[in-house]
Structure formats: structure tokens, C-alpha cells
């Protein structure tokens, strides 16, 4: 027997299901958030509010989906999140009330700022809460959501076999000092934690938005490596990122960039990423 429920959950397929089997059972859900230095809390299904599928019909891409495990989460931010969840859970449960039914707490721990904003009423074509609803059931949601149920790595494949080495692969690339690039395209945050000496940091973000700054610094080196090569070949830039999954995102961005917007270059990812660097060749690089 329960009344209210709390989602803690790190995926959207979760998200779903959670809020069908709040609005099919009538429970109000207490939903709360993390990713990197942000925090979002709401309540859904309560007292008249929208429940997760009036705002979010549709589920996103799942490619366009950052979870934690790729995109990093502060530790602290689920830990504040978590106890303002905890709170408007015993708020309910003591008949006070919560206030976030039609509303959206963000936390930003940058600015250390709270923002409240209200949300879009109930929608009458939502899916499950609407005036004829077509979800009456839970459903496969993993299907529905075309991703899995878990905030585990998904390792995407994007690339063919020739466009990608391994981190063994690099290390005696880097070893036997032929001219190339070292691209890292994690988000600075993360670079300041660690990164290898020799990168050169353009976040993934600011190659797709074609970012001018970065984009004149990527020209520049890549100029500065053609420099050093003998002959007139494409110069070779490596990719890496935390896990190996926005560097295969990078290579695909460069090689569209290639021979136009930069010059002639030969993207590859480094397999795994700055993970397997810390596992497979440098035990004392920083894991996080
Ligand atoms: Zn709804």
C-alpha cells in the first residue's frame, strides 16, 4: 500500500513508465532530477496538474538523451535535489500540501540560484491523463523510448572499423611523435579535472554549433600539425572524450568539416576514451 510516489530515476524509459503507473493509479508524483551542475523538482499528477506526458508527449532522440554517466552530475546536486524531494513527499503525506504541482523548482549550483517556473496546465490530449486516453496499460517503454532502462554507457557504434584506434592503438602514436592533433571534446568542467597534455579542448557542443572562437583555434592547429607533416597528406586528428561516445559524435562533425570549413583532416576516435586510457595504459590518470 502506497500513496505517493518519489521517482529517483536516471533514465527516460523510467520516467515513463513511473508516470503512467501514477496517472493509472491516481498517486501524485514527486519527481526530482540531476545533470551536471543542475537541478530540476516538480510534482506530477496533483491536484489538477499535468502530469510527465502532458509536457513531454513524445520522448526525446536517444541519441540526444545526456545521462550522467556521460555528461557527470556533482555529487552534491542529487543530494540537495533528493532532500527537496523528500520534503514535499512529507508535505503531502502530512496533508500541508505541496506547492510544485504546476511548477518546476531549478536549481542552478553555478549561480547557486533558484528559479521557479510555472508549467503548462494538464493537456486534454495527453495520452495517459487526457479526456481519451490511449496508454490504459503500462507499456514496453523501452520500446516506446528507444533506449534502454538504464543510466548505464550506452556504447554507441557510429563509426566504421578503420575510423577508430584503440587507446593502445594511440599510445604509440603519441609515443613515436608523428604529427597529429589530439582533439578533446568533453565540456571544460571535465578537462579541468583531467586531461591529456598534449589535447586540445573544443567541447562537442561548440564543433556542432560550429562555435567561431573554437572553430579558428581548430584551423590554427590543424595548420600548425600540417606544418610539421613531410608530406602532403591529410592531417590525422584523434578524438577522445570520456567513455567514447561523443568523440564518435566529433568524428562525424569533422569529417563534414573536412576540406571545407577546416582543412583536409582524417578523423579518428580513440575507442573507450579517457576511461580506458586510466584502465588499459596510465593507472595514475584521474578516473571520475
Ligand atoms: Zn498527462
Redesign the pocket.
Known sequence: MYNIVADCSDNVPTRYLVNDAC?LSGKPLVSASALRMEGQLTVYNYRGG??Y??LYPKPPPPETVTNCSDGGVLGVVPGIMGCFQALEVLKIASGQGSSCGQQLLMFDAQDVKFRSIRLRP??AS?A???ENPTVTHLVDYEKFCGSAATDKCRRLNLLSKDQRVSVQEYKSIMDHTAAHLLLDVRPLVEVDICHLPTSLNIPLSSLENRNSEHIHVLKERIGQVKEQMSSESQVPVYVICKLGNDSQKAVQVLERMSGSEVDCVTAKDICGGLMAWAQKIDPSFPQY
Open positions: 496517472v499535468p502530469c506526458r502532458c494538464k493537456q495527453c495517459v491523463c487526457g
